[in-house]
Nanobody, 119 residues
Framework: QVQLVESGGGLVQAGGSLRLSCAAS????????IGWYRQAPGKQRELVAG???????YLPNSVKGRFTISRDNAKNTVYLQMNNLKPEDTAVYYC?????????????WGQGTQVTVSS
C-alpha cells in the first residue's frame, strides 16, 4: 500500500505561482510513476504532469511552459511548480501513484488539495 498526502494549495491571483507537494509513504520502493491530476467542478479529472522514478517528466501541452514537475526520491516527494497561473487552472489537484507509464494513472490517490486562481 502507498499513501499520498498533498499540500501547498491555496488562493492565488492570476499570474501568480504555487508549488504543490506530494509526500508518499508506505511501499514506496514499488512506485515508479507519480503524477498530478486535477478536477474542476463539472469537468473530468485530467492529467497535469507525471514523473518517473528516474526523473523523466511528462507534461501535456496545456500546461507545458508554465508547470514543471520534479521528484526527490530520498524524501519520497514529488513537487509541482505552477507559474503564471490562470483562472482556468482552478481545480482540486490530486497526486497519483502506481502507474508504469508517464501519462497513465495508478491505483493510489491522495485526498486532493484545492487551488483557486482569482482573476
Amino acid at each position: 500500500q502507498v499513501q499520498l498526502v498533498e499540500s501547498g494549495g491555496g488562493l492565488v491571483q492570476a499570474g501568480g505561482s504555487l508549488r504543490l507537494s506530494c509526500a508518499a509513504s508506505g511501499s514506496t520502493a514499488s512506485v515508479n510513476v507519480i503524477g498530478w491530476y486535477r478536477q474542476a467542478p463539472g469537468k473530468q479529472r485530467e492529467l497535469v504532469a507525471g514523473i518517473s522514478r528516474a526523473g523523466t517528466p511528462y507534461l501535456p501541452n496545456s500546461v507545458k511552459g508554465r508547470f514543471t514537475i520534479s521528484r526527490d526520491n530520498a524524501k519520497n516527494t514529488v513537487y509541482l511548480q505552477m507559474n503564471n497561473l490562470k483562472p482556468e487552472d482552478t481545480a482540486v489537484y490530486y497526486c497519483n501513484a502506481g502507474s508504469e507509464v508517464l501519462n497513465g494513472s495508478g491505483k493510489y490517490w491522495g485526498q486532493g488539495t484545492q487551488v483557486t486562481v482569482s482573476s
